[in-house]
């Protein structure tokens, strides 16, 4: 089965600055997909990103990008000059046959 | 925002109440799901399904039901609520083109929160 790990509960990150969240995984697939969802407090979950396995491309949406290292199995998530509207639960989600979320990385963001 | 809604939004409800959980999606998507989240925990899939008449178990045993007569509708019933039912709900469609992967963006509702008394 797959796994997803996140292994910082949570981060914080001066408002401006940059953050990374850290996202492994576990499969024996080769196709698959890689989503970072967010889900500020109170509020609807929405996609950050998406990264498709088959390429070697990282992701980057404004100013979120990927690192995905697919050998490693490593989807870290870069964020650059964080705003207080960052501040959220982040997750890392595996696409296979089913989508499967890590535990989440709390975001805090200080001004 | 997407256009999948839920309702309602919260819920408090004395115990051995049925209830439903109503979901809705404007997007023509085929494929819908159920997860249940604790407060600032990961998401478990309990429900889905590929199309009409369609309906799966998801990777957490749920007492829950769930049924799919339109494209657009899949609400989830609880026949006797429990404390131990106390969670939030997300609900979430996506296109899944590719029949075989969850490989499409799913886009989720608001959520409902159930506390159950």
């Known amino acids: 089965a797959q796994t997803v790990t996140q292994s910082q509960p949570e981060m914080s990150v001066q408002e401006a600055e940059t953050v990374t969240l850290s996202c492994t995984y576990d499969?024996?697939?080769?196709?698959?997909?890689l989503f970072w969802y967010k889900q500020p407090p109170s509020r609807q979950m929405i996609l950050v990103i998406r990264?498709?396995?088959?390429?070697?491309q990282n992701a980057t949406e404004n100013r979120f990008s990927v690192n995905f290292q697919k050998a490693a199995k490593s989807f870290s998530l870069k964020i650059s000059d964080s705003q207080l509207g960052d501040a959220a639960m982040y997750f890392c989600?595996?696409?296979?046959?089913?989508?499967?979320f890590g535990k989440g990385t709390k975001l805090t963001v200080n001004p | 925002e997407a256009d999948i809604y839920q309702t309602p939004r919260y819920l408090v409800i004395g115990t051995g109440k049925k209830i439903t959980l109503e979901c809705s999606q404007t997007?023509?998507?085929?494929?819908m799901y159920w997860y249940q989240q604790d407060p600032g925990m990961e998401l478990h899939l309990i429900h889905y399904?590929?199309?009409?008449?369609?309906?799966e178990k998801g990777d957490l045993s749920s007492e829950s039901t769930v049924s799919r007569i339109r494209t657009e509708h899949f609400p989830l019933t609880l026949e006797s609520a429990r404390p131990s039912h106390t969670s939030q709900y997300l609900c979430?469609?996506?296109?899944?083109?590719?029949?075989?992967?969850?490989?499409?963006?799913?886009?989720f509702g608001p959520g409902t929160r159930l506390l159950v008394l």
């Open positions: 979430a469609s996506s296109e899944n083109h590719r029949p075989s992967l969850a490989a499409e963006t799913q886009y």
């Open positions: 499969t024996s697939e080769s196709d698959y997909y």
């Open positions: 990264q498709e396995a088959y390429k070697q």
């Open positions: 989600a595996y696409s296979g046959e089913k989508l499967v």
């Open positions: 997007m023509g998507h085929d494929k």
């Open positions: 399904s590929y199309g009409v008449n369609s309906t």
